[in-house]
Nanobody
Framework: QVQLVESGGGLVQTGGSLRLSCAAS????????MAWYRQAPGKQRELVAS???????NYADSVKGRFTISRDNARKMVSLQMNSLVPEDTAVYYC??????????????WGQGTQVTVSS
């Protein structure tokens, strides 16, 4: 069994910062891409940032220069540092991992989501 557990969401004022973390656990052989997605009320889930196993990162245009994704392969963790937050960043944020289990099964795994609310 494999799971992703997020932490770090909450309520912050415009211009503030939050750091999200996600830890993968279970019978994991290797992790390829890890990413953060978000879904605002009434909107589709969208990619916020992704990072490959060798550290190459990619960002949505709306968060470039404000958010930074990082990962710790040894600890099987991915983090998202969010600065200069604006109300439009309000959403449920989901951790994602493309991984192989010990039985070499490829899984696209999601966390349960963590709420980020930015007040104006």
């Amino acid at each position: 069994q494999v799971q992703l557990v997020e932490s770090g969401g909450g309520l912050v004022q415009t211009g503030g910062s939050l750091r999200l973390s996600c830890a993968a656990s279970g019978s994991i052989f290797s992790i390829n891409d890890m990413a953060w997605y978000r879904q605002a009320p009434g909107k589709q889930r969208e990619l916020v940032a992704s990072v490959t196993d060798n550290g190459y990162s990619n960002y949505a245009d709306s968060v470039k220069g404000r958010f930074t994704i990082s990962r710790d392969n040894a600890r099987k963790m991915v983090s998202l540092q969010m600065n200069s937050l604006v109300p439009e960043d309000t959403a449920v944020y989901y951790c994602y991992a493309d991984l192989f289990t010990m039985s070499y099964r490829n899984l696209n795994t999601w966390g349960q989501g963590t709420q980020v609310t930015v007040s104006s």
